[in-house]
């Protein structure tokens, strides 16, 4: 366990790449259920929305997520490389938002209320790692990469948004 979170850090420091990340079901399975569980706790902990609307959020940018980046890798002829890819994707996923919440947790014991700089901060930071991850999975400049994260970004967001009636 302790191998894949220095895994997930070393790609989050643009160290290592999805290729890294071991080719296995198992490990994404539990990467995404824990990071619904690790959103579904952040945005419940932070908003105000119910828990079926976070819930369908959540799971809408996920599905949303995995569907363009399979288009993405079938269009460049690299399917065979999904799990690995969703795994390096939904793991930094993860583990940033993990960031997020300690982060906040932390700010709030001193009294500092730091949420808009630290999301954002950590906003721009996930779209270069995921960026990075499109480079190395695409393989395609690292330009291309991040304008592929900004974009899967934004359609993620309005569709889970859309999904939960927000939009």
Not at 155 to 162: D, E, H, K, R
Request: with cysteine; proline share 2%.
């Amino acid at each position: 366990m302790l191998s894949i979170l220095s895994l997930y850090l070393r790609i989050i420091q643009l160290k290592a790449g999805p290729e890294d990340v071991p080719a296995s079901g198992l490990l994404l399975l539990i990467i995404t259920a824990a990071n619904v569980l690790t959103s579904l706790a952040l945005s419940l902990t932070l908003g105000t929305a119910s828990m079926g609307a976070v819930t369908t959020t959540i799971l809408s940018n996920l599905a949303v997520q995995a569907l363009i980046i399979y288009g993405l890798l079938a269009l460049m002829g690299k399917s065979n490389r999904l799990t690995q890819t969703l795994s390096a994707f939904f793991g930094c996923d993860l583990l940033l938002n993990a960031l997020v919440g300690l982060g906040i947790g932390t700010m709030h014991l001193f009294g500092y209320d730091v949420l808009t700089p630290l999301a954002l901060a950590i906003v721009l930071w996930s779209t270069v790692v995921y960026g990075f991850i499109f480079h190395r999975a695409l393989e395609v400049h690292i330009a291309v990469g991040i304008g592929l994260a900004f974009v899967l970004t934004l359609l993620a967001v309005s569709t889970g948004q859309l999904a939960a009636g927000n939009g």
